[in-house]
């Protein structure tokens, strides 16, 4: 079992920054690989960015390559995801997921808010 909390969610103007954390409840070196996934109103689920368990493999959504930066902190069991140059099509809730040999586990989702 692992439990996810998302944090660091608000609202900001387009062009502005926030780092969302999510801290899991047990070690994430042995989880093969954590993400964040976001859903806007009347959309799907979307993967946003994903990053292994040695953090030297990451993807990224086409739409927030070069903006969006996921890393991961195992000492502190801990993934982040830096969000530079936000837009207002970046607005939804993101969740963290981490994917296990045994199954995958979801946060709780946090609201990210870009006026323009």
């Known amino acids: 079992q692992v439990q996810l909390v998302e944090s660091g969610g608000g609202l900001v103007q387009a062009g502005g920054s926030l780092r969302l954390s999510c801290a899991a409840s047990?070690?994430?070196?042995?989880?093969?690989?954590m993400g964040w996934y976001r859903q806007a109103p009347g959309k799907q689920r979307e993967l946003v960015a994903s990053?292994?368990?040695?953090?030297?493999?990451?993807n990224y959504a086409d739409s927030v390559k070069g903006r969006f930066t996921i890393s991961r902190d195992n000492a502190k069991n801990t993934v982040y995801l830096q969000m530079n140059s936000l837009k207002p099509e970046d607005t939804a809730v993101y969740y963290c997921?981490?994917?296990?040999?045994?199954?995958?586990?979801w946060g709780q989702g946090t609201q990210v808010t870009v006026s323009s």
């Open positions: 997921n981490a994917l296990c040999a045994w199954g995958q586990y």
């Open positions: 990053i292994t368990s040695g953090g030297d493999t990451t």
């Open positions: 047990r070690t994430i070196f042995s989880i093969s690989r």
